[in-house]
């Protein structure tokens, strides 16, 4: 029960497959109680069921570019709650056709569209939360390493995640002082609705089970004991720091022996 008694807002739960709510769930078997919104109506009738499982409040409509709308979600929080200990943001979104081909090709439209909805929203939702951690608390945001290395597709979305990893650091040193906590999982890829839109995902996960030093995939059990260690107290000195849950894929700097061979040979197969 590392989360006993705390508050904590879960963004970003689409369906069962995602990583907010294997962390929702996570958090709940620990003692939290859970806030559980909602980014669009498309996702209503399965977010519901789900936050009923968990007795999860607060599943409200919330999408991150409607002011009204968050207004609405802390206004309910502060009037019912009055407090929260922690905040999960799990939100990104970039047009699909973007997300495939060059980063060249990324049009001012889209790349404003996906920093407001993936970058901005964190730093919208820590101001708005902060007043309300009053004993301290610990917000969460979910990256790639998209963010740190250029990876096919990831395009947009890897440039935003560099700015979402970079806010995580200005907003540890903003609100470090109000014993609030700011870092950032760098999880490795796994196949949910938003990580489908990414061109090729399929066969990046196949590649990327065997490139990492635990020989798999990141699973939705390691995300969610990472992020269950950040929001609880057990992580009390730790902020401004992006932690790779990713099966070690990151500390690598080049393919396996194995997988090396195979491709050596299929090149040397098409001279
Ligand atoms: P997901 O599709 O389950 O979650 C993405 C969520 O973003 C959805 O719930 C969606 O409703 C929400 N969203 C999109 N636009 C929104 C808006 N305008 N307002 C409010 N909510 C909005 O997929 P996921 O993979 O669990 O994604 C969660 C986070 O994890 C994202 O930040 C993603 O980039 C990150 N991440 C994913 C992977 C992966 O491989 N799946 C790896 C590393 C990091």
């Given at each position: 029960m ?5 508050k ?5 739960v689409?369906?069962d497959?995602s990583m907010?709510?294997a962390i ?12 559980m919104?909602y980014g669009?109506?498309?996702v ?14 607060f ?7 409607n ?7 802390f ?13 999960l ?9 973007e ?6 090709d990324?049009t001012?439209?889209?790349f404003k ?9 964190l730093v919208?939702l820590t101001?708005?939360a902060?007043?309300l951690?009053?004993d ?5 945001a ?14 947009v ?6 700015a ?6 200005y ?7 109000d014993?609030?906590?700011v ?14 839109a ?12 065997e ?13 969610s004991?990472?992020?269950?260690y ?16 990713d ?16 491709l ?5 197969e098409?001279?």
């Open positions: 590392l989360l006993k008694g705390k904590i807002l879960i963004t970003g689409a369906n497959w907010a709510w929702a769930q996570r958090a709940h078997e620990n003692g939290a109680e859970i806030a919104p669009h109506p498309n209503e009738k399965r977010v519901r069921p789900l936050a009923e499982k968990i007795g999860a409040k599943v409200q409509e919330c999408n991150v570019q002011d009204e709308q968050m207004d609405a979600l206004d309910a929080i502060k009037r019912e709650w009055g407090h929260l200990d922690g905040v943001h799990a939100i990104a979104f970039s047009d699909k056709n997300l495939t081909g060059r980063y060249a990324t001012r439209e889209n569209n996906t920093m407001d909805i993936s970058v901005y929203s919208d101001r708005r902060a007043p951690m009053t301290g608390g610990s917000v969460v979910l990256t790639y390493y998209g963010g740190e290395k250029s990876v096919p597709n990831y395009n979305m890897g440039v935003a995640k560099s979402l990893e970079s806010s995580v650091r907003l540890a040193s903003d609100l470090g002082r014993k609030i906590r870092n950032a999982i760098s999880a490795g890829p796994i196949l949910t609705l938003a990580s489908s990414v061109g090729g995902m399929k066969g990046l996960l196949r590649l990327n089970a490139q990492t030093p635990l020989r798999r995939n990141m699973t939705l059990a390691d995300v004991g990472a992020a269950l950040l929001f609880s107290d057990l992580s009390s000195g730790v902020t401004g720091e992006t932690h790779h849950v099966c070690g894929y990151n500390s690598t700097g080049m393919i396996p022996n194995e997988l090396k061979e195979i050596l040979k299929k090149l040397d098409d001279k």
